[in-house]
């Protein structure tokens, strides 16, 4: 079993602008598994806020070393191993265990969506994510959007109640809010949610800075609309922390350690009443169309990351309905580009 | 796919007796679900302590009914609608869930552990259950269980104490005891716990009867031995429920609805922190295999339910060991016995 690591620049169609700033790319790193002649792939894309970088994915990677005569489909075994090897770096290990579990697929010669007995027709509309923009930019983008049934928006700044209004002309689809810890006042944003509530919003993610358990507690108690954790949850701790804090949960691969942490945060969510989100990065078809093998299982998909981006090296999981559907190929069901 | 329902009585080698009675057999509910050729087996056994009969079972089962073209892969459809069809009846839909799950890796040629990507290095040691008896009994049956690393008592009686010391002057292999829920003192059971604490015992299962959670509260904040709730315990809300009440739980398909719920169980158990033991009933290799493929997600197994039959209509897992170990074939891996 031979790992191969590559350090990728993921290139963003437009500047992607959020309350905690902007950019224009994505480090990320890809990974391939070879092994009795097959290719499992795996991703993770790094955004700077999440604080763990590409260097330290990489020599992390580097550094797994594999038993002699692996069993490929013993996937605990051989995850357990690597997340030991690795240390407490989530990103590493999701890129292991996406390419892991994409060659256990091949091996086996099913997706992933199979082996796990999924129903595709459980697969929730995923969102379009727009990023800050002025209110013409945002009408503009949610009408060209028609492939998608809703429409996110990253809030956070001074002009939150134009932007809603401004998508709020532009289209009468289920909007979706994304304060990234951007909100300050506690009265303000109930009385704001409400405002929203009346607007055919689905949920608001992560309002106020993640460390202020009381003030999400305080919101989640009185909001009309759910209040979903992103920043604040990464492992399993954060999905059983959040019990009484947040109404539910934004799993992503990159801040977990990958698809296997993934599933069982949640089966936990849902056994404890959280609503689940299963997001991603600004990301390739890679880690997008791993997650899509996992979406049967959330409340709501927000999976738009391959879309979002301008130098994808693969294709995968693709829009069907609204849905994000995995293809129906071996593993998570990706095929690499020709080079440009 | 055509499902076939055989009710069956389970013929024990001996007498087995608890603190709340004694019985000499077990109705049991046969289920092969046929499609495309191959079969799936399926089984539930039905303590009559449980409160669910047979004939119940049985009706409940025939009332199934398949789509017209079924995709067997998609576990999940198939399980919701028939749990939606079966009502709130666990063990239908038991027999039901471990004859598809045995079809389903028919059809994929893997078995069940090798699907989920489990690791057989981490199956737990099983335990023999020894059922209430005279102390020279207990003695004798502890010295002839030799391929056993662990033994557990049925307690709940007036001679306790004799009894895990007649044992434990036997063999000196870790001992479990279960009280059946036929202790009544709080500070009696402490007393009796630090006691056994000093006599290789591992766990000690549901001391009093399940509906007082104070007293199993009050125990398990003091006990120096990991209390674990079992008639306490049959689907995922209990397992939540636990925290602050038992140190574990012991989790059978028989209770909880087959394999996908209890694999849901084991995973929310393990990440609230709990310690999780699978059980089994009275029942033949059938389900006692379907249970050792999840084994490996389980801190104990007390898998020895086939072992204590006579008339066990198949072939499945086996003594490894002292680990229950799956056959290395497709799905549950049983073979149906020749009629005698």
Chains 1, 2 share one sequence.
């Not at 809010?177 to 993610?205: K, M, P, S, T």
Request: proline content about 8%.
């Amino acid at each position: 079993m031979r790992l191969v690591i590559r350090p990728f620049a993921i290139e963003l169609k437009e500047p992607f602008a959020l309350s905690v700033g902007s950019r224009t790319s994505t480090p990320a790193v890809l990974a391939e598994l070879h092994h009795a002649g097959l290719v499992g792939y795996g991703e993770v894309a790094l955004p700077p806020y999440l604080g763990w970088t590409q260097a330290a994915v990489c020599q992390a990677l580097e550094r797994v070393v594999w038993p002699d005569d692996p069993d490929p489909l013993n996937l605990d075994a051989l995850l357990t191993a690597a997340a030991s090897a690795l240390g407490d770096l989530p990103p590493a290990l999701a890129a292991l265990d996406i390419a892991l579990h994409d060659l256990f697929g091949k091996i086996l010669g099913q997706p992933l969506y199979a082996l796990w007995g999924l129903d595709l027709a459980r697969i929730p509309p995923t969102s379009l994510t727009l990023s800050l923009a002025a209110p013409e930019a945002i009408q503009r983008k949610a009408r060209q959007a028609t492939e998608y049934e809703i429409i996110k928006l990253k809030l956070g700044g001074p002009d939150d109640r134009a932007l809603v209004a401004a998508a709020r002309e532009a289209t009468d689809r289920p909007l979706s809010v994304d304060a990234n810890q951007g909100w300050r006042d506690r009265a303000a944003a109930l009385d704001f949610i409400h405002w929203l509530a009346e607007r055919n919003v689905l949920f608001v993610e992560q309002p106020f800075p993640a460390r202020r358990l009381d003030d999400h507690a305080w919101l989640a108690e009185r909001s009309p609309l759910p209040i979903i954790g992103d920043e604040a949850i990464r492992g399993m701790a954060d999905v059983i922390a959040a019990r009484g804090v947040y109404h539910g949960v934004n799993i992503k691969l990159a801040k977990c350690g990958g698809l296997r942490a993934a599933r069982a945060m949640l089966t936990v969510a849902r056994a404890l009443g959280l609503k689940t989100l299963i997001g991603c990065m600004t990301e390739t078809s890679c880690a997008v169309s791993a997650a899509a093998h996992l979406s049967p299982l959330a409340d709501w998909a927000d999976l738009d990351g391959a879309a979002l981006i301008a130098n994808d090296p693969f294709t995968g999981a693709q829009l069907i309905a609204g849905r994000l559907t995995p293809r129906p190929a071996p593993g998570i069901g990706v095929e690499p580009r020709a080079p440009a």
